[in-house]
């Protein structure tokens, strides 16, 4: 069986694979040495703070060779951006992922109940980079940065957005922008759209699918963590006619970061733990921008049926997705485009026939892990994705977008390799 991954995640080759035994490896260091080479990249620069040494646990980009020299020049250009809503999970993980982007500074945070406060103070696992301290919205000084990072809840977003100056570069990991249809928003949202001129001028940011409408915009819709996960394999094969555009089936299940930050009665420990359970049956708001994004690969309306399930562990999300293939096409033909069309991509990696993706060996990562198994249902397919919610599912597709927007390396700061165990 030939190992699409051997020599990294960021490595793709055929090179025999042979720990593979009955669709699993045999062993958590088989997959390391297999699946997950890492190297060790010593990152040296001057930035605004002075001259700091950081070590990262790194891939390799695919369009490098892994013998390549091992050391980052971080010199050169610059930017200054903001986070809004930098005390919650998604605003936390982007100054986390910052801590080694070459190109990115923060000098801005805002978070209007912890305002005056210092994001060490909030997380603690921050505590040693060299940050501003949080202020109100309200107090945010936007002629000091060069892009805004919008971690704002839903229904906030609009109108903060629409008040910025003109020449930010924005990517808003709210939902706020990510419909087009402002009619649609308001069903699914339960409020009209403040912003819909602005509307009009944002790119829906899947970084794989949309790559050139991303690198030319000023507002960028980063997306959901559900449609995430589950339109990178599933947009390929409608775009290529392999599976039907009805009957698409789709189980999903995240971790409890996905509810945000919050203090939720439904999400206290004692509610979430030792249990799963479905919630948002059929009404679940990420529905409309799944489909619009299918609809829009297949040149007619896609209708799918969407059930998430909440799962007790903080991050991580798999997406399992049942669908109906094309007369004469096989579970090979699946699995070969999607190999074919993520060759070159460094985030999306299809593995090898039978090795079913795991939330554990994508956390932390900007990875999204892929594979397709053959139903026992004559001519159906099932497909299977991970990501992690907080990071291809919403912080690291942010900076993914943000650098193409900046242009700077799409992989800048992201090269970060999974945590495991």
């Avoid at 060069?146 to 903060?160: K, N, R, S, W």
């Avoid at 087009?180 to 069903?187: A, K, Q, V, W």
């Avoid at 594979?371 to 994705?385: H, K, L, M, P, Q």
Wanted: hydrophobic content about 40%; proline content about 5%.
């Amino acid at each position: 069986m030939a190992c699409a991954l051997e020599g990294g995640l960021g490595m793709l080759s055929r090179a025999p694979c042979h720990e593979v035994q009955g669709g699993v490896l045999n062993s958590s260091a088989a997959f390391a040495r297999n699946l997950c080479r890492v190297h060790l990249v010593k990152k040296k620069g001057k930035s605004s703070y002075g001259v700091t040494t950081v070590m990262a646990v790194t891939s390799a980009p695919k369009q490098q060779e892994a013998e390549k020299s091992t050391t980052v020049d971080v010199g050169g250009e610059s930017a200054r951006v903001g986070v809004l809503g930098a005390s919650g999970y998604t605003g936390s993980e982007i100054v986390r992922l910052l801590a080694t982007h070459p190109n990115l500074r923060v000098t801005m945070m805002t978070a209007d109940r912890k305002a005056g406060q210092s994001l060490a103070s909030v997380f603690p696992h921050l505590i040693t980079q060299d940050l501003p301290d949080m202020v109100a919205v309200k107090d945010a000084d936007f002629s000091k940065v060069d892009a805004v990072f919008c971690c704002l809840p839903h229904g906030t977003t609009q109108e903060i957005i629409a008040a910025l100056p003109s020449d930010l570069k924005v990517v808003d990991l709210s939902a706020d922008f990510r419909l087009r249809n402002t009619d649609t928003y308001e069903e699914w949202y339960n409020g009209p759209h403040r912003a819909p001129e602005l509307q009009k001028e944002a790119v829906y940011g899947l970084t794989e699918i949309n790559r050139e409408e991303v690198r030319a915009a000023r507002l960028v819709a980063n997306p959901g963590c559900y449609p995430t996960s589950v339109q990178l394999p599933l947009i390929p094969l409608l775009q290529a006619g392999l599976i039907e555009k009805d009957n698409i089936i789709i189980n999903a299940n995240s971790g409890v970061s996905g509810a945000g930050r919050s203090a939720k009665e439904a999400n206290l420990y004692t509610e979430i733990a030792e249990g799963i359970h479905a919630y948002g049956i059929t009404r679940h708001r990420h529905v409309p921008e799944i489909e619009q994004g299918l609809t829009d690969a297949v040149g007619s309306e896609v209708t799918v049926s969407f059930t998430p399930n909440l799962m007790p562990m903080s991050r991580g999300m798999m997406s399992t997705m049942f669908v109906v293939m094309k007369a004469g096409v096989s579970v090979d033909d699946l699995h070969q485009h999607l190999v074919h069309r993520y060759h070159d991509e460094e985030f999306v990696v299809v593995l090898p026939k039978g090795i079913a993706p795991h939330t554990h060996h994508v956390r932390g990562s900007n990875y999204c892990l892929v594979n397709v198994f053959e139903d026992r249902i004559t001519g159906r397919a099932i497909i299977i994705s991970v990501i992690d919610n907080l990071v291809k599912g919403a912080s690291g597709q942010a900076l993914q977008n943000m650098n193409l927007m900046m242009g700077f390396p799409e992989e800048s700061g992201l090269l970060q390799q999974p945590l495991f165990p």
